[in-house]
């Protein structure tokens, strides 16, 4: 069963998390007033105090080792379902293997991956792996319902990658959730005592029709990370010692949006983006990153230890987006004692 934050005795962290932000939620500019009247889209009013209803579960955000061996065999599924994206908000989305966003797969450079797309949607759709050197007219190719196709690369670059479905409009396609992850170990990669993955992206919340207008218009309803806004508040990422090191592994699929990620309370050590280190202790020591950039469609990975037990906020440092959902936590040790220091008011 999932642990709810009432449980964890964090009661508090949401409302602070919320008294952060705007006392009134509303997408900025894309009101009738705002925009002189005009037809641009409204935001979806979704309680960002509320719970998920008692059928959500959290994404696991603890990353596994890649699988033993260099040839991947991967059927995925392309599909379209009803999922909760917030509390109060059912809607249609578009997934990959009904996840929203789509499986993380990770492997190391050299693997084959061989990849069977199944089409079990009602309109068409595709797969584009940033991963992989081929033919786009041939492996991204369009498939309609029923129809299936083999999506076979060898990785040859290690980095964080975006896949998506390309069919046409992409927006639409990857606005809807048709998006997700592949880690390409770099070689060498050290052991750390905890990994973790978080991919922020954008969700647009309504019809079809009016998912769409939003994404047209930049105007998104929540930006969050691995799928729904303040998941990480509501089941934080914990087990976490103080001294022990923590990867993340940060890819930011947008589709339109970007992100500064910053945790609270720390500072990363090491920051590895789009296949290079940016920053090493070994070479740059004692250098330190506050914050990791990514625009759309860019991925890397931050590690960082933390001194002392505590609850830990990770945020996009774009503020405008916390009170859209980017915001988690990380319980540190022993952390009762802070969070009753944050109760006082940080
Ligand atoms: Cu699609």
């Excluded at 998390?17 to 894309?30: K, W």
């Excluded at 993380?104 to 693997?111: A, E, N, Q, S, T």
């Excluded at 998506?164 to 052991?191: A, E, R």
Aim: hydrophobic residues 35%; charged residues 25%; proline residues 7%.
């Amino acid at each position: 069963m999932r642990p709810t934050v009432r449980e964890l005795g964090l009661l508090m962290i949401p409302v602070l998390v919320a008294a952060a932000c705007a006392p009134t939620y509303e997408v900025a500019g894309t009101t009738a007033a705002d925009s002189g009247g005009s037809h641009a889209p409204q935001a979806t009013a979704w309680d960002r105090n509320g719970e998920p209803s008692d059928a959500w579960e959290p994404r696991n955000a603890r990353l596994e080792p890649a699988p033993e061996g260099d040839l991947h065999e991967i059927t995925i599924r392309a599909s379209e379902i009803e999922k909760e994206v917030a509390p109060g908000v059912e809607q249609t989305v578009w997934t990959y293997d009904d996840l929203f966003p789509g499986p993380v797969f990770r492997g190391k450079v050299g693997d084959t991956f061989r990849f069977t797309l199944i089409n079990d949607g009602n309109v068409g759709h595709s797969i584009d792996f940033h991963s992989s050197k081929v033919a786009p007219n041939d492996e991204m190719r369009t498939i309609e319902r029923g129809d299936e196709l083999i999506y076979e690369f060898e990785a040859k670059h290690a980095g964080v990658f975006m896949y998506h479905c390309g069919t046409d409009p992409v927006l639409q396609h990857t606005g809807m959730g048709q998006h997700g992850v592949m880690i390409i170990d770099p070689p060498d990669l050290p052991d750390v005592d905890h990994e973790f993955w978080l991919l922020q992206h954008e969700i647009y919340m309504g019809s079809m029709n009016e998912q769409y207008d939003k994404m047209e218009a930049a105007a998104w309803d929540a930006v969050v990370f691995n799928g729904y806004p303040y998941q990480y508040v509501h089941a934080p990422l914990d087990g976490i010692e103080p001294d022990e090191r923590v990867r993340i592994w940060l890819m930011n699929n947008g589709p339109s949006e970007q992100t500064s990620f910053h945790v609270i309370g720390t500072i990363f050590d090491t920051v590895y983006k789009e296949g290079s280190y940016r920053l090493h202790p070994d070479r740059d020591g004692p250098g330190g990153a506050q914050a990791i950039d990514l625009p759309a469609s860019t991925g890397g990975f931050v590690e960082m230890t933390f001194d002392v037990p505590g609850v830990y906020k990770f945020v996009d440092h774009k503020f405008a987006n916390l009170p859209k959902g980017a915001v988690g936590l990380m319980l540190v040790g022993d952390h009762d004692d802070a969070a009753e220091a944050d109760d006082d008011g940080h």
